[in-house]
């Protein structure tokens, strides 16, 4: 690696040779408060710390931003932090502005700089206080286009973040007051958000000779660091690339090429890169309403019809440009992106397609108020465009399912935790897309060949779904579903054949070869599944013969009185503990005959007693009062 020091004095040699462009009244240097006044007096060298100060900017910011919501794009919490921290830094310093009750501004002089690298922290974290909330105002802004106050407020933010960035540089480049890497970095760091305010002002030029200045100390940084310190500075190369190429595009004006910016929005990814992120769509929106532009008219199984709406025109061409994108990334992005674009492409088809049945709607009713030609032939392109659509539309879902089987595939047969049953699922919802080609009717009418193949796809689908049923079924290994296996293989092998006799006529459509070569490997796969699966059929049948063999072997002698037994020693006698064997229990009694019983009427006996018993109590109470009474 080279030295810091040899490092130094090469990047400075570049950075002279990089074409000087003027720079905004906020990029002049800052001087800081507390400055020898002007006159005669001489000037009295500030101390100088004994060994010169480190800063690691990049290492420093970088992990703040990590753990403070960038990395969801929070710049609200990211601000907010950065306000805590300077509050902590104030608080360890013993700086802070005057007591709660007076307020005294404290400024920040190089005397007080070379006692502590703290102070240089302080200026880095306000640069990155004010960055962080032009950051969030730029959010708000793109939220809310129709209040631009945001807007304002935010280049003022970055007016303020280019202030103390520059003064960071200034005490930075002081002599023996950093090392040549502390150097180095504050002036990249200076450069970088010098060139976030031209790029929000559109002044490219000057943007591009900031971030140029930015890129080539990084990269020098780069060489002459340890290995995390290297991943660190090389991704700071690749986030300054993004938006150094789109100031070179608008430098070039009409000679740029629109393909470069689809690619640099393919890569505008990190946080700090939401700015560049609505100036590209900003670019891309204009180039696409100029070719929505000289979209007249769409050819389709030899029809022409033209397409007069501008929404429908503009919603083509994005639909276009997203599915050469999306054929341009199939070989380099992964399984999860490329369904992410297919997410997005389809809303874009439904979209579409609800503004046509929209339009279709209007016609029809127009058309039965009043009837002409005109209305006629409007209800036919429509017609026709919406068949148009829908077409595509399943075409692209066809893909899509093929895409998520091959990963699912490739997933069953490393033995991972993919079921043969999810494989399954896939296939059903494959035919269930080609099934619905069945629906267009131009494609019948018109399009012979392509709805012959696509009957053959849906013969394709149907067997490979078949195998897979199989499949499911090897994973219960039981005798009743190895022979299910074995007579879902014959099937797969029937389906096959069949499969393979459409494709093979409709061998004019290139994808046929394809669809034919994974059939015969399917079927040399089916070969050697069913000898296997024949193998353990057998091997499970003479394991059930052997258990059953067993289990008369251990039989009581009890229950085989009348066969010949070979060794009845080795046998128990009867079984122990005897086995439970059901006892009635005691019967409930129900006296059921004593509702239906009649009872005869006493009524007469009670009457004659009542009035004997009434006479007697007289006579008895007479005679009572004759002979006394109880006392009380």
């Known amino acids: 690696r080279p030295s810091l020091s040899h490092l130094h004095t090469a990047t400075t040699r570049q950075l002279k040779r990089v074409t000087r462009m003027a720079d905004p009244p906020t990029d002049e240097p800052v001087v800081a408060a507390g400055a020898a006044a002007e006159g005669n007096e001489e000037e009295v060298p500030p101390p100088r710390p004994e060994t010169p100060m480190s800063l690691p900017i990049v290492s420093l910011i970088q992990a703040a931003q990590r753990q403070n919501g960038l990395r969801h794009n929070d710049f609200q919490r990211y601000r907010q932090y950065c306000t805590r921290k300077l509050r902590r830094l104030r608080k360890g310093l013993h700086f802070v502005h005057g007591k709660s009750s007076r307020f005294q501004k404290k400024t920040i002089e190089l005397e007080k700089v070379v006692t502590d690298v703290r102070f240089l922290q302080l200026l880095l974290f306000q640069t990155e206080r004010a960055w962080g909330a032009a950051m969030h105002l730029k959010q708000l802004a793109e939220a809310e286009p129709a209040e631009p106050r945001a807007r304002f407020h935010a280049v003022a933010r970055l007016r303020k973040a280019v202030k103390h960035a520059n003064l960071l540089q200034q005490f930075a480049a002081e002599e023996g007051v950093c090392d040549e890497r502390a150097q180095l970095e504050t002036q990249a760091y200076a450069a970088w958000i010098s060139a976030t305010t031209h790029f929000e002002l559109s002044e490219w030029e000057a943007a ?63 946080a700090s890169m939401d700015m560049l992120q609505s100036k590209l769509d900003a670019v891309l929106a204009q180039s696409q309403s100029q070719t929505a532009s000289e979209l007249s008219e769409i050819s389709w199984l030899g029809h022409t019809v033209p397409v ?29 992106r490329l369904l992410e674009a297919y997410d997005s492409l389809f809303a874009d088809y439904n979209e579409l397609i609800a503004i046509v049945d929209r339009d279709l709607e209007k016609v029809v009713a127009s058309a039965q108020s009043v ?5 006629e032939e409007a209800i036919v392109n429509l017609q026709f465009l919406k068949s148009f659509v829908t077409f595509h539309s399943l075409g692209r879902t066809v893909d899509r399912n093929y895409l998520m089987i091959d990963d699912f595939r490739k997933s069953f047969a490393s033995g991972s935790k993919t079921s043969a049953d999810e494989v399954v699922r896939l296939y059903e919802i494959l035919t269930q897309s080609l099934v ?44 009743p579903q190895l ?20 494709l093979t006529s409709c061998s004019s459509n290139p994808r046929s070869k394809d669809l034919i070569g994974e059939i015969d490997e399917l079927l040399a796969t089916i070969k050697g599944q069913q000898l296997s699966t024949r193998a353990s059929f057998f091997l499970q049948q003479h394991k059930a013969e052997q258990g059953e063999a067993a289990a008369s072997s251990n039989e009581p002698l009890v229950d085989c009185l009348d066969q010949f037994v ?24 129900w006296d059921l005959a004593a509702y239906h019983v009649e009872t005869p009427d006493l009524s007469a006996r009670t009457t004659q007693q009542s009035a004997v018993s009434s006479v007697l109590g007289a006579i008895g109470g007479s005679l009572g009062g004759w002979w006394g009474s109880k006392k009380q």
């Open 371 to 375: 009837q002409s030609q005109k209305s």
């Open 566 to 589: 070979d060794k009845p020693a080795e046998r128990p006698l009867t079984h122990f503990p005897p086995d439970f064997k059901p006892v009635p229990c005691k019967p409930l009694f």
């Open 436 to 479: 619905g080609f069945r629906d267009i009717d131009i494609l019948q009418e018109d399009g012979p060949e392509i709805a012959q193949f696509k009957e053959a796809e849906i013969a394709f689908a149907k067997a490979f779904r078949c195998f897979y049923v199989a499949e499911s079924y090897l994973s219960k290994a039981t005798l």
């Open 483 to 502: 022979r299910k296996a074995l007579a879902l293989y014959d099937r797969t092998r029937s389906r096959c054949m069949e499969a393979r006799a459409q």
């Open 208 to 270: 591009m000779k900031k971030y140029m200045e930015a890129k080539l100390i990084y990269d020098n940084l780069r060489k002459a660091s340890d290995p995390e310190a290297s991943e660190q500075f090389a991704q700071r190369v690749e986030e300054i690339d993004s938006p150094l190429r789109f100031c070179a595009y608008k430098v070039k004006g009409s000679n740029a090429d629109v393909s470069e910016l689809r690619a640099l929005q393919s890569q505008a990814k990190h």
């Open 308 to 336: 007069e709406k501008d929404t429908v025109r503009a919603k083509i061409v994005e639909i276009r440009r997203k599915e050469a994108d999306l054929d341009q990334s199939k070989s380099t992005e992964d399984s999860e």
